[in-house]
């Protein structure tokens, strides 16, 4: 019996090794070539890559950034100027948009805030007209300008400040110290829908 356990063991491990080595022959071999076909060709601009499309609608990002900016998005807040509300509005520009409220009742409506802010919003997009198109993919400090910067620094400081700055250079800075250039470059790449 023990003859044929030393055979076995014997037997078992000649196979082993015969095994072994067709497996190292099989890894050995080349692995061929095969040909990489693209399942469809897309035809893609630089400007696409580099810039893509968003269709992503972005105005409430871009509402909540310019109010934690200007008052940390509290609605009830006026600064020493008298600028009231999440965006800090002036009582003339109230006006000038057709509200003709109290600052109390201003201070007490964060609705009303918010229709304010995309009146003036669209109305200086209109005021601006076709200067936007003109301005929008100017690069300042690095930063490419889109609708969303420029409306953002017309906010800040008005249609004929920005026209000025944009069309003259000339910089403007609100009582605090912040720029036009500021607000173009902070909020500029949002996809906002003024309709």
Not at 6 to 30: D, N, R, W
Not at 32 to 61: A, G, H
Not at 79 to 89: A, D, I, L, T, V
Not at 123 to 139: P, Y
Request: net charge positive; hydrophobic share 35%.
């Amino acid at each position: 019996m023990k003859k044929y356990s030393i055979l076995t063991t014997v037997l078992l491990t000649c196979i082993g090794v015969m095994s072994f080595s067709y497996v190292i022959k099989e890894i050995q071999k080349p692995i061929p070539e095969m040909e990489i076909k693209p399942i469809k060709e897309y035809k893609v601009s630089l400007n696409e890559l580099v810039n893509p499309i968003i269709d992503i609608d972005q105005t409430d990002e871009f509402l909540d950034a310019i109010g934690h900016y200007e008052s940390s998005n509290r609605y009830k807040i006026v600064n020493r100027w008298g600028y009231m509300g999440k965006y800090q509005f002036h009582r003339k520009t109230l006006k000038s948009l057709g509200y003709n409220v109290s600052r109390k009742e201003f201070l007490n409506s964060p609705l009303l805030q918010e229709q304010a802010m995309m009146d003036l919003l669209r109305s200086n997009k209109k005021s601006l007209g076709s200067r936007i198109h003109k301005w929008e993919g100017m690069e300042i400090k690095g930063r490419k300008i889109t609708e969303s910067g420029i409306l953002a620094a017309t906010h800040l400081g008005g249609v004929g400040n920005i026209i000025n700055f944009m069309e003259n250079g000339e910089d403007f800075k609100d009582g605090n110290g912040t720029s036009i250039v500021r607000y173009l470059t902070l909020f500029s790449g949002y996809n906002i829908n003024l309709e």
